[in-house]
Structure formats: structure tokens, C-alpha cells
């Protein structure tokens, strides 16, 4: 009988120590694949994609996991991006919404010449120009984030460029649309393609020289392919392009509420400042780079940066028409994005 009883409580001790963990529901977890265009090594992975991916892993108590699959390893190419993530072929994207011309005509503003200060207000601007103006072209992914580089930079091999005159002729790299536009004004032509084929182009001379911020000579080692930089200075830079860092929508909708909010906490205007001032730090290393290796470091002289503003006018002219031919206030988005850039430019200067 005594054994019995033993054996009797035994159990039942095991069952008060078992119990608990056998009803309890296991800690949700999400993980997540984030898939990008560039080298491991670049900005976007470094300074974006890693400490973002931590941040939500740390603040979710390890409930949400990212996988980082960079250089497109989980197939396709870079125009496809957007795309992929809509589709839930993965779960988060940074890419470029002018891979895909024409598509998302109202967030192309900031891609016009002429139309960054410097990253970090321009991100901040490009932020809260599409919270205000632009959701409606983005409804079918969650976006995270919009932000831009740095400055873009003239970036020619065997010719240095410090006017109007010497752009005329030239096959130049073009990131975008408005971008290409603005180069075909200048007399150069206009070459479009991701920018991960710009070294191949450069090495067989398809283009002679490429228009990128300096971060982006690093990954690619654009500073070997290139020896003439042409900085243009000024109140704003010659250009910038626009990123999206975006999640599925799907994806987003079933995260429970908690983790909702370790999502939003770590996106849009909680982190434009930090962003852009980091797209402005990685900056240095590629000027260093071409230093180093003995290139020629320009810079436009005033005067004809007057006259690349001058000729861009009618590219700025030709996008108000193009909205107003959709439906859209034009002079209107434009001056609204002019004016967010001078805001937050007035607060970061």
C-alpha cells in the first residue's frame, strides 16, 4: 500500500511540473527573408538591413528571425524585386521603385535633378511626401521605409568633367528615368541598367562613366574603373535616387499585435533620421578610396552648375505635365516636395 501511495504521489508531482509546459502555446516565431541587389559588404546590408534586423529580433524577444539574402541569391533580378515581395516569394525587399520606370510616377519627384539636400532631410521629406501624397502607388506592400543617398556623383574614366560642354557625347550610366532625362539635356546619352552591371559596362566600355554617391563605388570598386570624380555642390545635389524597404503586405497583416509593433517602432519617421545620416557616413570611405588610389577629385564650378539647373528645368517642366496628364496636381506634388526638402534641410543644416 505504501508503494502504492509513493508511486501515486510521485505522479502526481511529475504531472504538476509537466502540465504547465505541455498547455502552454510555444512563443510565436517569424522569421523573415530579406532579399537585396548588392555585395553582402554594401551600405544597404550594413547599415540598414543587419541593425534593423537585430533591432526587431532583440525588441521581439526573439520571436521574429531574419534571414539576409543579398546579390539576389534567392534568384531573379533587381527590377523583379518589388514584385517578389508583393507575390510572397519573400518577405522583405530593399530595391529601387525606379527599377521599373513609370510605375511609381508620384514618388519619382525626389528623382528629379536637383531635389536633395542632403540624405538625411531628403529622407525625412521622402517620408512624409509619401504618407501625405503617395500611399496610393504603394498598396499592395507594406513599405517600411523610403529613403535616398547621398548626392550622386559624376564618375567618368579618361576624361574629367567640369562643364556643360564636356558631358556632351558621353555615355553615361543613367539610375533612373528623370535622371536620364536631365544627362540627355546635357548632351551625354543616357545609358539605363541596375547598377550592379555597371562595372561590366565600364570594363567593356559600353558607357564611360556612371553618375552614383560615392558608398556604392566601394562594393562595387567602381573607384578602379573610373580615375575623374565631379562633385556638384550648391544648396541641392545634382540628384538622388529613391529606396523602398518594403514587406509583404500579407506577411505584415498576420504578425499578432505585438509584434506589429516592434515592426512599426523600427520604421518610417522612427528611423529616417538615423538612415539617412548613415547614407551620408558611408559616403566617406568611397571619396578615401579614390584618393587613394590617385583619381582626380573635381568639383563643378558654379557657373555651370548653374547651367545643369537651368537645363533640368524643363525635366522638372516635362513630370508636371506627365502627372497633370494623370489626373494629377503636378506644380503642386512638385512644390510640396521642394518644400518638405527645405524644411527638414533647414533642420539638419
Sequence with gaps: MLTRRLALAASLVAG???????????AAQVELKIQHFLPAGAPSQKSLIEPW??????????KIKSRIFPAMQLGGKPPELYDQVRDGIVDVVWTLPSYTPGRFPIMSVFELPFMINDAEATTKAAWEFYETYAKAEFPDVHPLLFHV?????????????????DLKGMKLRAPSRPVGDALAKYGATPIFMPVPQTPEALSKNVVEGTVVPWEVTVSLRLYELTDHHTLVTGPRGLYTSVFLYAMNKAKYDGLPADLKKVIDANSGSAITA???????????????????????ILTMPDAETAKLRKLAESVQAAWVEDMNKQGKDGAKLLAAAQALIDK??????
Design 16 to 26: 504538476a511540473t509537466l502540465a504547465p509546459a505541455a498547455i502552454m502555446p510555444a
Design 53 to 62: 534586423a537585430k533591432a526587431v529580433e532583440e525588441q521581439s524577444q526573439g
Design 149 to 165: 543617398h547621398a548626392r550622386g556623383v559624376i564618375h567618368t574614366k579618361g576624361k574629367a568633367v567640369q562643364s556643360v560642354d
Design 274 to 296: 538615423q538612415i539617412g545620416r548613415a547614407w551620408e557616413e558611408v559616403e566617406k570611405p568611397g571619396l578615401d578610396a579614390a584618393k587613394a588610389r590617385g583619381n582626380k
Design 344 to 349: 527638414y534641410g533647414a533642420k539638419t543644416n
